[in-house]
């Protein structure tokens, strides 16, 4: 069965620190990939998706980048974080042409910047 | 483009009351839709979908929902709800033709002994 993993679970970060949460996906192959935001008292937004390797399409634009270097590996960055940047992020998977585009979801990290 | 509007923020209601969460969606195309939970602190857990067929869809404990075409819903419910149940709750809608959802902003439900 599949199986989506995302550390750290927990992440307090000064003001212009970095940041790198990382997800892995296993037991299948080729997915899409997803991450999202959640930020205290509102939706899902949708922040990056990848269709395959090195593919990454941004929803909008922020201080957050996203990169793919192994198939089933994504991974959230940020240079320097802003107050702005805290929130519930949640990585994702689905698979390709599939059940109506399901989405599976990580068990979330939770970022506060402080 | 799709979008849903989730009608309630806040749902209370006592244990073994019925419950029924709205949700309406807009789209030009065929759409498949979604129920999602999220437990305080968790991600989210997929409770049910319609893809086609049946409009009445059964998911996980014990939550079913409605697909009405003529009336864009796809509202959810539960006969009967437990303490246990105290979650927010997110409708999705994909068109089919990319690899996204959109997501409602959420529905709190709260359960009350």
């Known amino acids: 069965s599949q199986t989506i993993h995302q550390w750290p679970a927990t992440l307090v970060q000064p003001v212009g620190s970095p940041l790198s949460l990382e997800c892995t996906v296993e037991?299948?192959?080729?997915?899409?990939l997803y991450w999202y935001r959640q930020a205290a008292g509102r939706g899902l937004q949708l922040l990056f998706y990848?269709?395959?390797?090195?593919?990454i399409s941004s929803e909008v634009p922020q201080n957050l980048s996203a990169s793919r270097p192994q198939d089933r590996q994504f991974i959230l960055s940020s240079k320097k974080l802003l107050l702005s940047d805290s929130g519930f992020y949640l990585c994702?998977?689905?698979?390709?042409?599939?059940?109506?585009?399901?989405?599976?979801f990580g068990e979330g990290s939770w970022l506060t910047v402080v | 483009a799709q979008s849903v509007t989730q009608l309630d923020s806040q749902v209370p209601v006592f244990e073994e009351a019925p419950v029924e969460l709205r949700c309406n969606y807009s789209?030009?195309?065929?759409?498949?839709l979604f129920w999602y939970v999220q437990y305080p602190n968790q991600g989210l857990q997929l409770l049910l979908k319609?893809?086609?067929?049946?409009?009445l869809v059964k998911g996980i404990n014990g939550f079913e929902a409605e697909f009405n075409k003529s009336q864009t819903s796809f509202h959810l419910r539960k006969p009967s709800v437990h303490i246990s149940d105290t979650a927010e709750y997110f409708c999705?809608?994909?068109?089919?033709?990319?690899?996204?959802?959109?997501f409602g902003a959420g529905t709190t439900v709260t359960v009350r002994a």
């Open positions: 994702a998977w689905s698979v390709k042409g599939g059940s109506g585009n399901t989405i599976y």
């Open positions: 037991g299948t192959s080729n997915p899409n």
């Open positions: 990848s269709v395959g390797i090195g593919q």
């Open positions: 789209s030009s195309v065929s759409v498949y």
């Open positions: 319609y893809l086609s067929g049946s409009t």
């Open positions: 999705a809608v994909s068109g089919g033709v990319d690899y996204k959802l959109s």
